[in-house]
């Protein structure tokens, strides 16, 4: 067989099972009304949870950062990309997490996904072993993969499997790795009673804040500020693509941790530093989520879901035949189970008819029998554009449940 033969035989298996993946082209920038394929849809898809993509100032000072440093940033950040709008960045994020993680140093990155698997196989070598939540990311799960670390998967928040995983270990470094936010359920991990554990046996607690920083927390510096922690032992990641608008990514620790990082982080030390003008940006996005902007958005998208989750409950309420599940979820994630691949398709097919994109999301993201509308929420949505979305969801249930 030819290796097309053989990838056309994997493009029909997929499409038999209704997973088939679809590139769109968007034609206008990311905000609560984008135009994809030539359409204007009413989008609750992104991850821009405050809405600073499409921030006039956040564009302002791109464009003054690239008049100011030019395009790229010509090296890796070890030979001379890491310019003075990088120190700054990192330096700031610093301060930002001086209550929360004492001694704390930052160290940026190009992407989130890059920032994981830096940090997961920096730490994770042949004496180490790796505490991954089921859950985790895939970018989590593939610098475990990648580790030279021992790998042990414990089952979604639990803590007990945790706790006696921990008891068993002969490894002489232990680390804890788990999203804060799970970026397709919107649920909360227990970060507390991770970091105790991670006290009481000697470990060490790698938290992923793609979904909460920005978003959780009175001034928006996520989980850590949410829950109140302060403990050498946490290492934190951020991402500065979703609540912050722009791009790259950010580790977190103990000076001494990154320290470590910057001798040993393969994607730190052997790639290109993101462009200058995206870093110089980025502290105006830093400032407006420190401010009264960031402030005004995170109240704004908490009314907002105490709006949607009350009209979704009633939804699956007035038609329960159809199965769907509203899960108990607090954050700006907020997915409708609706069962089936094929069954999810059609109705994000059907919302998109009706001018609204919510993305319909199959395995292996999410495990078989779970296939979900993944709805997000942004701090630029109005009350109005809920409603939208609302009144098709009923349209289309309404429909659903009068076939025979």
Request: with cysteine; net charge negative.
């Amino acid at each position: 067989m030819s290796l097309l033969d053989h990838l056309q035989a994997k493009l029909d298996a997929i499409a038999s099972q209704s997973l088939t993946r679809t590139l769109r082209v968007a034609e206008t920038g990311t905000a609560p009304r984008q135009t994809l394929n030539g359409r204007e849809l009413l989008m609750f898809c992104a991850n821009d949870y405050l809405g600073l993509a499409a921030e006039p100032a956040i564009a302002e000072a791109l464009a003054e950062g690239a008049r100011r440093w030019g395009g790229g940033s010509g090296a890796s950040p070890l030979v001379s990309g890491h310019s003075a709008a990088h120190h700054a960045v990192t330096d700031t994020l610093a301060r930002w997490f001086q209550p929360h993680i004492p001694q704390a140093r930052a160290l940026g990155f190009c992407t989130g996904y890059m920032a994981n698997l830096a940090v997961v196989t920096a730490l994770g070598d042949e004496h180490t072993e790796l505490f991954s939540e089921q859950l985790n990311h895939a970018s989590l799960i593939d610098a475990a993969r990648l580790a030279k670390a021992r790998v042990t998967r414990y089952p979604h928040g639990d803590l007990v499997a945790l706790r006696e995983a921990l008891a068993a270990s002969t490894a002489k470094v232990r680390v804890i790795v788990s999203d804060a936010v799970f970026s397709m359920d919107g649920v909360l991990a227990p970060v507390p009673e991770l970091l105790a554990l991670a006290e009481a046996f000697d470990a060490w607690l790698i938290v992923d804040d793609a979904h909460g920083f920005g978003v959780l927390g009175d001034t928006g510096r996520g989980t850590l500020e949410h829950f109140g922690l302060n403990s050498e032992r946490l290492i934190l990641v951020g991402t500065l693509g979703k609540a912050a608008g722009l791009a790259g990514a950010f580790v977190v620790a103990h000076a001494t941790i990154v320290d470590y990082l910057v001798q040993a982080a393969r994607n730190f030390i052997f790639s290109t530093a993101s462009p200058p003008a995206i870093e110089h940006a980025l502290l105006t996005s830093l400032a407006l989520i420190d401010g009264p902007v960031g402030a005004q958005r995170r109240a704004q998208w908490r009314r907002l879901l105490a709006q949607l989750r009350a009209g979704l409950l009633a939804l699956v309420a007035r038609h329960p035949a159809l199965g769907w599940q509203v899960p108990e979820v607090a954050t700006p994630i907020q997915p409708l189970i609706i069962g089936g691949n094929a069954e999810v398709m059609a109705l994000a097919a059907r919302l998109e008819a009706d001018g609204i994109r919510v993305p319909g999301i199959r395995p292996p993201t999410v495990a078989a029998g779970t296939a979900r509308l993944r709805i997000t929420l942004c701090g630029t949505h109005t009350e109005a554009d809920v409603q939208q979305l609302l009144d098709a969801l009923e349209a289309a249930a309404t429909e659903l449940e009068a076939r025979p």
